[in-house]
């Protein structure tokens, strides 16, 4: 048929048509020559016929509009982004990379201990779909919506995911997912690769949604089809697109998506639906010419790398303390008290606990007299038991005690642990049983106080 005029840029050719018995009329995809200047289309039956041109741009919009919705799926910054947590035994969970409110990652993380499990928290921060990768071994809680808002959207994207390879680590924006290491395991990686073809399938499933609606065709909640679904995943991995894809590839993506739409519209109006698909897939060069920048700006970044580690406390410096039990007097110093007395005692020696002079070690080992400080009279000794209790025995040696000289590496009487455990020096030893590099305060025997 002749054409109704030249073609306006955006615009493609139909027929249009109305069936004997029809009230509505019909479009039918078909070709513009221009060197004929006719529209050619091939029909089923004679009836009425008139050329047109159809505006593509408005369809174009109808996609961009989906663009819109898809890039404004909010997933704001969390109050936790980036921040460091306590970890176990006084460590510290934290990241690398720059999340402060000026930086603009793909993803959010947030960490927290959770029984005895670091939980990492991703919330996007971009339009694309992420599979993620971690290491090492995590396991992955169910996912949560931030946005109620695009939630018909948001639908679908779950349950297009769960009909697709590695769908434990897809991250999509407007939710969240949360990964649990074992907090021995760390330092852990959270590795995000984008997925160009699960959104710009999305991009094109609400754009041709909304195209058809213009249409009057209602194709109904996708996220319950079963069939659409599995079609769309099959179209999306087929297709195969790169990250930077061409107009070429998203047009042949987007009709790889209307063939899956088609027979969802199909099950109410197959004639017309069939038309309409017809219609769009014939103008979608057109349709999607004027959002092919907008699809690769939102694609500029494909990979992201989160690495968290565990920080531990630096080691507390050892405290030694220097008990001092008796006075210079011999008399019990303030706060101490004598509980037993006259205790048999010889051969006495530097104790080995000694770090001053007048403290010695005696026998026999049954009067367990190995941290004792020498009375002037030479006789008579005090006692301790534990360095960090407060009570003295009072203990007689058979013979005159010499002066006593401490050892040039006296060892520790007692040690306190950082976790709260005591010990002491094993009685009448004259080796240290410890290992001082665990020691959070030593105590030593002296005949001055030095704290």
Not at 346 to 363: E, M, R, T, W
Not at 383 to 401: E, F, K, N
Request: net charge negative.
């Amino acid at each position: 048929m002749p054409a109704p005029g030249q073609p306006p840029a955006g615009n493609a050719a139909v027929l249009i048509t109305r069936p004997s018995g029809a009230t509505d009329t019909q479009l039918i995809p078909a070709d513009y020559s221009p060197s004929a200047h006719t529209i050619s289309a091939q029909v089923n039956h004679l009836s009425d016929f008139w050329s047109a041109f159809l505006d593509f741009t408005k369809v174009g919009a109808a996609i961009a509009h989906a663009l819109a919705q898809m890039t404004g799926l909010v997933g704001t910054r969390p109050d936790c982004a980036g921040a460091s947590a306590p970890g176990l035994a006084g460590s510290t969970l934290s990241f690398s990379g720059d999340y402060s409110a000026k930086a603009d990652p793909a993803a959010w993380p947030c960490v927290r201990m959770d029984n005895g499990s670091a939980a990492v928290t991703l919330t996007s921060n971009s339009p694309l779909p992420w599979r993620i990768r971690v290491a090492p071994t995590a396991t992955l809680d169910a996912t949560g919506t931030t946005d109620l808002g695009k939630a018909a959207i948001l639908a679908v994207y779950d349950a297009l995911a769960t009909s697709r390879p590695h769908t434990e680590g897809l991250l999509v924006r407007g939710q969240s997912v949360t990964y649990r290491f074992a907090a021995v395991s760390l330092p852990a990686t959270v590795q995000g690769q984008a997925d160009p073809g699960f959104y710009l399938g999305m991009v094109l499933v609400f754009g041709l949604q909304e195209a058809m609606d213009a249409f009057g065709i209602d194709l109904g909640d996708l996220s319950k089809d079963a069939d659409a679904l599995s079609c769309l995943s099959d179209a999306i991995d087929a297709t195969g697109l790169a990250a930077h894809p061409d107009l070429g590839a998203i047009v042949s993506l987007g009709k790889a998506v209307l063939s899956c739409l088609g027979p969802v519209a199909g099950d109410h109006e197959p004639g017309p639906v069939k038309v309409v698909v017809g219609i769009l897939g014939s103008g979608l060069s057109l349709a999607l010419g004027g959002v092919e920048g907008a699809l690769l700006s939102a694609l500029n970044k494909d990979t992201f790398t989160i690495g968290l580690r565990r920080v531990d406390p630096p080691p507390s410096a050892t405290r030694v303390v220097n008990i001092v039990a008796a006075d210079r007097a011999g008399a019990p110093a303030a706060g101490y008290g004598v509980t037993s007395q006259n205790d048999e005692v010889f051969d006495c020696y530097p104790s080995p606990a000694a770090v001053g002079p007048d403290i010695v070690a005696c026998g026999p080992s049954a009067a367990e007299a190995d941290i004792c400080w020498v009375n002037p009279n030479r006789v008579t000794l005090l006692c301790g038991d534990q360095p960090w209790a407060h009570t003295l025995r009072q203990a007689t040696s058979s013979t005159l005690i010499g002066s006593i000289t401490a050892t040039s590496h006296p060892d520790p009487w007692g040690l306190e642990l950082s976790d709260g455990a005591k010990c002491r020096i094993c009685r009448r030893s004259r080796k240290s049983p410890f290992d001082l590099g665990r020691a959070h305060v030593i105590h030593q025997a002296g005949r001055s106080s030095l704290r």
